[in-house]
């Protein structure tokens, strides 16, 4: 499954973006999609997931009521929705796919997830 995520870019605080991340040479059925991010000199971080049956969304707590997570599985997308961007979001942002299976406890875990995008990068300035 190749991952193709887009959407990042330079916003304002409190401005909004929607990432999309696109599979190709696969598709998201009964698979679990992430997005994970990695600011300059840190760790890289869980954002949000949403599991293979779109009926449950995971966020860190940072974002939760701010992100929301959704998925087209007719086009194999996955979309975050990022409102009242913050300083603090900025970062590049990679969307990720397991091979199925993981279990809930591991959704936040990034060696879980077999396929990742290149990534997008989102700059929020003050």
Same mark, same amino acid.
């Given at each position: 499954v190749q991952l193709q995520a887009c959407g990042g870019g330079l916003?304002?605080?409190?401005?909004? #973006?929607? #990432?999309?991340?696109?599979?190709?040479?696969?598709?998201?059925? @009964? @698979? %679990?999609?992430?997005?994970?991010r990695q600011a300059p000199g840190k760790e890289r971080e869980f954002v949000a997931a949403?599991?293979? %049956?779109?009926?449950?969304? *995971? *966020?860190?707590?940072?974002?939760?009521?701010?992100?929301a997570m959704s998925k087209n599985s007719a086009k194999d997308t996955a979309y975050l929705q990022m409102n009242n961007l913050i300083p603090e979001d900025t970062a590049t942002y990679y969307c990720a796919v397991d091979s199925g299976g993981t279990i809930l406890s591991e959704i936040r875990n990034a060696r879980s997830y077999e396929y990742w995008g290149q990534g997008t990068k989102v700059t929020v300035s003050s």
């Open positions: 916003v304002q605080v409190g401005d909004s #973006l929607r #990432l999309s991340c696109a599979a190709s040479g696969g598709t998201f059925s @009964r @698979r %679990n999609v992430a997005w994970f949403i599991r293979w %049956n779109g009926g449950h969304t *995971y *966020y860190r707590d940072s974002v939760r009521g701010r992100f």
